[in-house]
T-cell receptor, first 112, second 116 residues
Framework: DQQVKQNSPSLSVQEGRISILNCDYT??????FLWYKKYPAEGPTFLIS?????DKNEDGRFTVFLNKSAKHLSLHIVPSQPGDSAVYFC???????????FGQGTRLTINP | GAVVSQHPSRVICKSGTSVKIECRSL??????MFWYRQFPKQSLMLMAT?????????EQGVEKDKFLINHASLTLSTLTVASAHPEDSSFYIC????????????FGQGTRLTVV
């Protein structure tokens, strides 16, 4: 049972445009959501997070949107840069827990 | 952010041998660390929660006698893959955070284990 789903295994975006990565979840007890970026053979790097009491969090080029009623979150990257090419994982956790449930990941490729 | 160091980054071993992977929090104390495994083109899956000074908590389907976890200090957790077999070949990653109430987990670099 996949509690966190990233239905797009890959996404290709032109440099300078907006990248939108999507994530859906099924467990209504999730309280905290995170996005990680991962390069091959490396551990994930934290990007941005959002608490369930918010619907938007912004940090520089990265913005995460949370729609609790739809159990959906998205990561917007604008403008997209070649260095953004990586695999992006969304993750969720319950209240106060660091135990994360990950989605399958989306491979983002930024084309020059 | 906090630094979590994992060693070794890559190991190749013969079937039947045991392999130890270390996870260290370099600039903070971690009462809890987490061990994940990632198979090719799949998500990170939590294997176990490592608690300093007590037994680890394993996720369903993870053999505790094969994946031995020791969290002897606030800065070090080890995962030993006992009597490794080719099907144990995977990417293993640990994570830790500042406190139990902080959900921003920091990850180690990961260990690519290949059992031949």
């Amino acid at each position: 049972d996949q509690q966190v789903k990233q239905n797009s295994p890959s996404l290709s975006v032109q440099e300078g445009r907006i990248s939108i990565l999507n994530c859906d979840y099924t467990n209504s007890m999730f309280d905290y959501f995170l996005w990680y970026k991962k390069y091959p053979a490396e551990g994930p790097t934290f990007l941005i997070s959002i608490s369930s009491i918010k619907d938007k969090n912004e940090d520089g080029r990265f913005t995460v949107f949370l729609n609790k009623s739809a159990k959906h979150l998205s990561l917007h990257i604008v403008p997209s840069q070649p260095g953004d090419s990586a695999v992006y994982f969304c993750a969720a956790s319950g209240r106060g827990a660091q135990k994360l449930v990950f989605g399958q990941g989306t491979r983002l490729t930024i084309n020059p | 952010g906090a630094v979590v160091s994992q060693h070794p980054s890559r190991v190749i071993c013969k079937s039947g041998t045991s392999v130890k992977i270390e996870c260290r929090s370099l600039d903070f104390q971690a009462t809890t660390m987490f061990w994940y495994r990632q198979f090719p083109k799949q998500s990170l899956m939590l294997m176990a929660t490592s608690n300093e000074g007590s037994k680890a908590t394993y996720e369903q389907g993870v053999e505790k006698d094969k994946f031995l976890i020791n969290h002897a200090s606030l800065t070090l957790s080890t995962l030993t893959v006992a009597s490794a077999h080719p099907e144990d070949s995977s990417f293993y990653i640990c994570s830790a955070g500042y406190s139990a109430m902080n959900t921003e987990a920091f990850f180690g670099q990961g260990t690519r284990l290949t059992v031949v």
